[in-house]
């Protein structure tokens, strides 16, 4: 679906630019955030009696106006400061890995050029590195 832009060009459906649709969606979205903020913040700070009188006589405990908050960022900080280092620490290969070094992106010298030219950009392969090393001890 394509909608008609005010510069009289078209928008295609994938791109971020807004539409009737998403406008739409977002004023929704808008009312029920707001609408659910609402309605938490009453069942938190009304006393049960003020509830009950209005026939909400169902609801849960005032504790779990407290808990839930503080369960749900105990556990996003569980995960930021726990969970997450400890995935990018099984992911990293191990210390003496050659892809510390090198990737598939690298470039080695295939060992000719013109004589007297400028050679091209390459990488260095890592066992050479370490071969000269050990020459020079």
């Known amino acids: 679906m394509r909608w008609k832009a005010p510069s009289g060009g078209y928008i295609s459906e994938h791109s971020p630019a807004p539409t009737p649709s998403r406008a739409v969606y977002g004023f929704v979205m808008y009312l029920i955030s707001y609408s659910s903020l609402f309605l938490y913040l009453t069942w938190a700070f009304v006393p049960d009696s003020a509830l009950q009188w209005a026939g909400l006589d169902f609801l849960p405990q005032k504790y779990w106006a407290v808990a839930i908050p503080v369960y749900l960022s105990v556990l996003f900080f569980s995960f930021v400061f726990v969970i997450y280092p400890c995935l990018g620490m099984i992911s990293t290969p191990v210390i003496n890995d050659i892809r510390h070094v090198t990737d598939r992106h690298s470039v080695y010298s295939s060992g000719s050029h013109l004589e007297g ?7 260095e392969h890592p066992t050479k590195v370490l071969e000269y090393l050990k020459l020079q001890e």
């Open 117 to 123: 030219s400028v050679p091209s950009s390459y990488d």
